[in-house]
């Protein structure tokens, strides 16, 4: 598995690809703060903002990018991964070797991640300049480190899902945005009722359990939870409970641990059904 | 997938399992709510209101309420302790600043036992410029005749304007037993007007006695209605406020001028009217006959009224000539002025606080290089370098390396930008007044941290009250309020205990700053007098104060500077707190002055400009000389539990009372640039707001104040006369009245649509006739001339009119 991994990261650093997605990962957020900061500065020079405000201004916008490109990233990268080795008619090769399938997964899996998490860490030092500005505390940065992490696990994973059961890379990305967006626009509208249901009567059941599950699977929610630990306080008649006190300024490390139960469940699946695709483009299922 | 679902059904089933809790949770047996909002059922804006909850606990089983009653306004709680064992009853008051109309306002119960939430719905609201008088009575409706009279008023909307400015007003009366009102000064604290009618004196005790006090002292009035109450007056706690030393009672079917001036009649009742020595400072404003009526005296920034009479004996019961009284005593019309505040703005402050270098913004250009550095070493420069030396796979080790290097030098720059010290900056504003040791003060506190803190902010401090937003200037261009405002944000919480001394509990982050604002009264011995006279005749209204005072302040006072009306200004450098001073014998100069690592004090000018700013309307109308001056060693009144670096300044501003002059030589003219004395029943003022386009933007060109008298209705104005006797003879006065359409055009005969009168010396108010057919009256000088050398006139409304603004000219 080890060596997978090595090579991987070997090809990517040769790779111009990997110096132009650096670049362009890093000046679009470089490039989204500068702009968030002049669009604020004259609010600060008028002292109609303060610092500490344009400062987690900055860490949201910033915040949001990353989450953009990371979901992105994680989706493409990983949705090519096995997608592309049948491209390249390298996928038997690679079944040929002694690997066992847990290794060739969990091996593309670390190796695609690995780097997401380091495409994750470049955004560090603009993290720190909004920390110069005051309004971000260190455990809001945590929690929003963590919060990244645990959503880029689970698209990884998902990403490699459907990298082997598609055909080509073209298929494989055109099904996991699908299946991306699909789920995005689901977990937003059933989390928005939820919320808008914060502030009236508690919802019905069913509603209830899909906006729970909304929250955990969709990391805006965690995001605002994060930026304002009261918004999802229950404010309506009546008093709803949230399992493990979600609601209680916990959502970002339940919706992180839940999206990484997720990532794991995806993973073990993938490894589960491999046998059955090892046959490639032609071969199918068999 | 099989092997899935059954991972997938523990998760579910433990998810199910949990209950979905939805309860709404009912007081205890034997446990009851009231509460009552503002003063009857009213709130006001730009007001502390209060909210009097009353918990009657008589649980049979003997249970204990423990926790928190809280009241829930915009976001923010404002809390009091709530302990009530059982058999108890008691009435907590809450406080809350309101900034709009029609609040949406929830109570709650937070306790071991009782969990609950009541919505108190939309709640009835009066406007900033409205009056409250609050009548202290076991006679609830005694003075019904004083409800919703309409009278302009010069006030100042701390919430939306910068100083003081004119607008329409209403009054509205509540009534309150003496055991129903708060013991802590704050509970009158939107009171303009506090009456203490037929209490009983015996339940008047030292606490509530001292939050009178206070109220009188922040700038409210005090009427004593004492007719046959004056003895039970005199040996009360606020006996001393009396301007009136009782002696004893008189009757009397002869009511004067104070009859005359309200349409009371005595008829056949005899009116009993308490008599005694007016106390040092106190002045008649309205005789009955040959005894003083109503008597008046000031008490710090507020007026004490004592009314010989009872207003709830007859012939004053009910009557309705008491809504005038009562409107021109709370209007302070004699004085044509009511400024009820004469702080600095707390937005000026906290403009000038943020410039606090730690605080500033970083330069834009420096965020651009920094990103740029940034991407250029972490990207191309990085694999270029790598590349030549045939060590590509070494960018999965330096790329991290740049990443910590820039994430250390990022946190670096703050630090040397913004420093590592926790910086307190405090600007406390202090008014002492004559004849009182009570000072009101504002305080505002501007509070860095660099690095993530958790403290505690204690006010030892009773009477005030810590704002979760202080009142916002008015900045649209339209005239309309600014969104941005200050204050308290935490991003937890937004809870305040405001219910004794406030506390508050906070985090605050890295590099982050937060802004404090509260007010309240000190108390420290302080004697102030005056003997101070404007001999000032020149004909352009100028101010020159002569004489001197004396001080007995337990500070000294630096950089000191005098300002009176008119733009009057004096440098006049240090001032011992103790001592004889003269006018003359006053150095120039701009004294001493404070080390300037203390940057709170580097804005002296900018603290001075404030107070001629916050005071012009004020100074237009009241002849007070002010002595401005600065120390540090007034200390704070609240706690912060951080080390930190200080950095405070204390700004007192002493009021000291001067004579006007007496006797003017020169030309006509007439005081004021615009409408001299405004009241009455039934006047209405409009402020039009002229706008142009221009630049593509919209600002105000000039604003204009238009007057509504409705039929019935008068405006007053008073004319100070400047011109020698025989110049007298020949004056004519011109009325110029506009019609009611909106053409304005002036009509060609003002005695069909207004009468106009003049205040004869002797007190009575007496017709003067305007010449048919045209706009022009000729005043009887030789009557009208007043011992103050000025005319005072009324234009009396046969129909609704408008004056725009109403124009008399003198030839």
Known sequence: MLSIILKEYRQRARGIATLGLIMTYTIILGGVSFFVYLARYTELQSRASTSSQ??????????????IMSLLLSLSLNASTIAHEKDQDTFELLNLTLFKSFEIILGKYLSSTGFLFLLVITAMPIYALAFTFGGLTTLQFMQLAVVVVGMTLMVSALGLMLSLISDDVRTALGRSFFFLITLGAVTLIFGGIMKSALSGQP????????????????????????????????????????????????????SALFQTLIAALILLATVLIYPRYRASKAGGVG | MIRMRCLFLPLLLLCLALPLQAALAAPPEGVTLTYELGYDGIVQQGRLNPVSVEIDNQNPAGINLSGELVLKYEGTEYTTRLELPSPSKKRFYLYFPCNQGYPQISLMVRSDAW????????????????????????????????????????????????????????????????DEVDDNAKFFERADTIVLADIDYLQLDEPVARSLMESVSRGANLIFSLGSNGNRVASSPVGQLCPLQYSGTVETAELGELGRRYGINAGNALATLATGQLRDGAEVVSWAGSYPAIIRRSWGAGTVYALAFSFTDRPFRQHPGLGEMFSDLTMNVERSVDVNNW???????????????????????????????????????????????????????TIPLIIVGFSWFGLETGRLTRGADNVVANFQEVHVYPDTTLQPYQDAMYIF??????????????????????????????????????GINPFITRSLDNSVNPKLNISQGKWAAKEYYYRGFRNVPTVVSASLRDTDNRSDGSFTPEGGFELDLPWDLHGCRLIGRQNYAKEVGDIAGRGSYTMEGLSNGGGSWFPEENYVSRYRDDWLDGVRSSTSEGLRYSNDLLLVGFTEELEPLAEFDRKHIQHTLSMVVVHLPCERQRTRGGSLRMAGSGPLLTGGRNFRLFENRYMYPGMGSYSSEYDNNRYVVLAGGYLEFRVDLQGSLSERNFMSATLRVFSDDRDGMMISDAG??????????????????????????????????????SVRLRVRAKADLQAEPPEISLN
Request: net charge negative.
């Open chain 1, 54 to 67: 344009v400062g987690l201004a900055l860490c949201i916008t910033t915040f949001i990018a990353q989450m």
């Open chain 1, 203 to 254: 919802p019905v059941v069913p509603i209830y359990w899909l906006g729970v599950v909304s929250f955990l699977m969709n990391p805006l929610f965690s995001a605002m939870e994060i930026f304002n630990p009261s918004v999802f306080t229950w404010a309506g008649n009546g008093s709803v409970v949230m399992p493990f006190l979600m609601n209680q300024g916990l959502l970002w490390i339940w």
């Open chain 2, 115 to 178: 969990t609950d939430e009541m919505d108190l719905g939309q709640v009835k609201t009066c406007n900033p410029a409205d009056t409250s008088i609050i009548v202290l009575t076991d006679q609830p409706g005694s003075l019904q005749s004083a409800n919703q009279v309409e009278s302009a008023r010069i006030t100042r909307d701390e919430w939306q304007t910068q100083s003081a400015g004119m607008s329409s007003s209403k009054s509205y009366v509540s009534y309150f037993d003496i």
């Open chain 2, 343 to 397: 702080f600095l703005h707390p937005q000026e402050i906290f403009n000038l606080m943020r410039n606090l270098d730690e605080a500033k913004p970083m330069d834009p250009g420096f965020v651009a290089l920094f990103i740029v550095l940034y991407v250029v070493l972490i990207g191309p420069l990085n694999f270029f370098v790598l590349g030549r030396l045939k060590r590509s796979t070494l960018v999965w080790l």
């Open chain 2, 449 to 486: 941290t660099a690095e993530p803190v958790r403290y505690e902010l204690e006010v030892e401090d009773p009477s005030a009250f810590l704002y979760t937003d202080y009142p916002v200037v008015s900045g649209g261009q339209f005239g309309g309020p600014a969104m941005n405002r200050g």
């Open chain 2, 752 to 789: 069909s649509v207004a009468e106009l009168e003049g205040l004869r010396n002797d007190g009575t108010w007496i017709p003067l006739a305007v010449q048919a057919g045209s706009r022009d009256a000729r005043l009887p000088l030789s009557d009208l001339l007043l011992p103050d050398n």
